[in-house]
C-alpha cells in the first residue's frame, strides 16, 4: 500500500559513520551485510563528484516504460501466437500477473533502500556480500549482454525502415555480426549504442528527457497500429479461441514474460530522483499497468485482423497485419520508425541501468573505482558510461549472441527471485523501517514470486543453464581472487551493531 502522507525529503548524503556487524566463523567475510542507513548515507557519492537529484516520477516511469515495451511487442508477438492461438491475449495477462509478484517486492524495497544498485544493494542489506556479488554479476549479464542483443534488433528494423522508404538496405557484410549471413560488422547495433552514450554522458536529466520523447513516439506507434489495425478484424479469427488448450496458453505466457522485464530499470535510479521513497513505487507499479494494458490491446487487435495461424509464417509481425489490412506501404513504414524508436529507448534506458548498478558496486569496492568517477560537471559517471558502452557495442559488433543472449532470461529470474527474498528477511530484520510501500499479505506473495521464478527458471534450455552456469563461474573467480579483498567493508570498524 502506497504511504500518502507527507512526502519524505530525499535521504542525507552527508556522509556519516554506521558500524557494520561482523559476523564470526570462517564465512563470516562472504555474509557480512551492509546496512540500510550506511547504504543511504552513501547515496549519490562517487569518486570526485556526486549524482545529482533531477528524477521525478513521471521521468522514472517513463525510464521503466522504456526499458520494458519494446521487442517484446514488435517481435515475441510473432513467436507467442503460434503457441496459444487468440488466447495469447490471456498469456499477456498471465505473463503480467507473475511479473507483478516480483514488482511488488521491487517496488517496497525501492522505497526502503533508495540506491541505485537494484537488487544487488538489496541483497547486500539482507543477506550479506556472496549473495550480492551473485545478484551483481547476474544484473551484469541480465542488462550488459541484452543491451547487445536488443542493438542487433534495432539494426533488423532499421533495414526495413530503409527499404520501405528509400528502397535500400545496409549491405549484409555492414549489417551483421560474423557468421550471421555473410556479415562482417553489424555497423547499426554499434551506432545505436553509441547515441545511447552520448545521450547519457549528457546527464540523467538530459537522457530522462530524450527517453520520454522516445517513449512517446513508440506508445503512439503501437496506438496507430490499434487504430488502423481495427478496421480490418473479423470475428472469425477469434475462434477457436484456445485452440491449443491451457498448456498452450502457458507456454505462451512463459515467452512473453520476459516482455516484462525492463521494470526494474527505474530502481536502478534511486540515487537521482528527487524523492526516491514515494516516486520509485509509484513509478514501478504504474509502468507495469500501462504496458500489461498496451499489450493486451494490441494483442486483441493483432489477433483479430490476421488468422493466428498465419502469424507463424510471418517475420514482419505487425507491419505485415498492417500492409495486409491497408494494402499501402505507408502504414508499415510509420510503424518501423516507432520499431525503431522503441529499440533504440531500450538501448538506452538498459545501459542506463548498468551503469549505476555497476557505480553501486564500484563505490562497495568490488569492481574498480573508476566506476564510480563522477563528472562534476554533468554529475554523471562517464568513464562508467563509456567504458560499459565500448563493451556493448563491441560485443554487438562482433559477437554472434546465441545462446548466450538467452542466458540473460535466467540471470533476470534469479535476480527477480533474490529480491522477493530480500523482502521477507527485510521485514523480520528491521519491521520498524519506513516504507513508501508494503507488499500486501507477506510473506505469503514475495514467496509466491520467488516460486514463479523458480519454475520459470527450471522451464529453460539445458544450453541456457551451461551458459549461466560458465558465466557463474568466472563471477566467482572473480570475486575471491579481487573484489572480496578489496571490498570497503573489509576494513570496516568491526563493532557490533544491531541489524
Known amino acids: 500500500m502506497v504511504d500518502h502522507g507527507t512526502a519524505a525529503a530525499p535521504p542525507d548524503t552527508t556522509p556519516q559513520h554506521h ?6 566463523g570462517p564465512l563470516a567475510s562472504l555474509t557480512r551485510r551492509k546496512p540500510v542507513e550506511r547504504l543511504v ?3 549519490g557519492q562517487g569518486e570526485g563528484g556526486q549524482l545529482r537529484r533531477t528524477l521525478g516520477m513521471w521521468q522514472l516511469t517513463m525510464i521503466s516504460i522504456g526499458a520494458t515495451l519494446g521487442t517484446g511487442i514488435f517481435v515475441v508477438l510473432g513467436e507467442a501466437v503460434p503457441k496459444a492461438g487468440p488466447a495469447v491475449v490471456i498469456s499477456f495477462v498471465v505473463a503480467g500477473l507473475t511479473a507483478l509478484f516480483s514488482a511488488l517486492s521491487y517496488a517496497e524495497l525501492a522505497g526502503s533502500i533508495p540506491v541505485s ?8 542489506a539482507t543477506m550479506g556480500e556472496l549473495v550480492a556479488w551473485v545478484c ?30 528509400i528502397g535500400a538496405t545496409i549491405p549484409a557484410a555492414l549489417a551483421g555480426p560474423p557468421g550471421s ?55 472469425g479469427n477469434y475462434t477457436p479461441f484456445m485452440p491449443l488448450g491451457m498448456a498452450g496458453v502457458s507456454a505462451a505466457g512463459a515467452t512473453l514474460f520476459f516482455s516484462y ?29 500501462i504496458v500489461t494494458a498496451l499489450y493486451c490491446l494490441v494483442a486483441v487487435v493483432a489477433v483479430g485482423a490476421s488468422p493466428w495461424k498465419d502469424f507463424a509464417d ?26 525503431v524508436v522503441a529499440i533504440a529507448s531500450v538501448v538506452l534506458t538498459v545501459l542506463y541501468g548498468q551503469t549505476r548498478i555497476l557505480f553501486t558496486m564500484s563505490r562497495d569496492g568490488l569492481v574498480p573505482k573508476v566506476f564510480s568517477k563522477v563528472d562534476p560537471r554533468t554529475g554523471s559517471p562517464r568513464a562508467n558510461t563509456v567504458i560499459v558502452s565500448a563493451f556493448c557495442g563491441l560485443l554487438a559488433a562482433f559477437v554472434p549472441l546465441g545462446e548466450l543472449a538467452d542466458a540473460t532470461s535466467i540471470g533476470t529470474l534469479f535476480a527477480f527471485g533474490l529480491v522477493n527474498i530480500a523482502v521477507i528477511v527485510l521485514r523480520r530484520s528491521r519491521p ?29 534450455e539445458p544450453v541456457t543453464w551451461v551458459a549461466f552456469l560458465g558465466w557463474m563461474a568466472v563471477g566467482l573467480v572473480i570475486y575471491f581472487t579481487y573484489s572480496r579483498r578489496r571490498s570497503t567493508l573489509a576494513s570496516a570498524d568491526p563493532a557490533p551493531t544491531q541489524q
Do not use: H
Open 19 to 24: 558500524p557494520v556487524p561482523r559476523p564470526t
Open 41 to 43: 548515507a552513501e547515496s
Open 117 to 124: 544498485g537494484s537488487s544487488y544493494s538489496y541483497a547486500y
Open 136 to 165: 551483481g554479476w547476474c544484473l551484469m549479464l541480465e542488462y550488459g549482454v541484452s543491451v547487445a542483443a536488443v542493438a542487433v534488433g534495432w539494426g533488423e528494423y532499421l533495414n526495413e525502415l530503409l527499404d520501405g522508404t
Open 181 to 235: 549471413g555473410g556479415g562482417v560488422f553489424n555497423l547499426p547495433a554499434l551506432l545505436v549504442v553509441l547515441i545511447a552514450m552520448a545521450l547519457l554522458l549528457g546527464g540523467a536529466r538530459e537522457s530522462a528527457r530524450a527517453n520520454t520523447v522516445m517513449v512517446v513516439v513508440k506508445t503512439a506507434a503501437l496506438l496507430l497500429f490499434c487504430a488502423v489495425a481495427f478496421t480490418g478484424i473479423k470475428a
Open 261 to 289: 522485464i525492463g521494470f526494474d530499470a527505474a530502481s536502478t535510479a534511486g540515487e537521482e530522483a528527487k524523492n526516491p521513497q514515494r516516486d520509485m513505487p509509484r513509478a514501478i507499479m504504474l509502468s507495469l499497468g
Open 314 to 339: 510471418s517475420e514482419a509481425g505487425l507491419s505485415a497485419i498492417l500492409q495486409d489490412v491497408t494494402g499501402q506501404n505507408i502504414w508499415a513504414v510509420l510503424l518501423a520508425v516507432g520499431a
Open 432 to 460: 520498524d523501517m519506513k516504507r513508501g510501500f508494503r507488499v500486501p499479505f507477506s510473506p505469503v506473495t514475495p514467496l509466491i514470486g520467488f516460486g514463479l521464478c523458480v519454475w520459470m527458471t527450471a522451464s529453460l
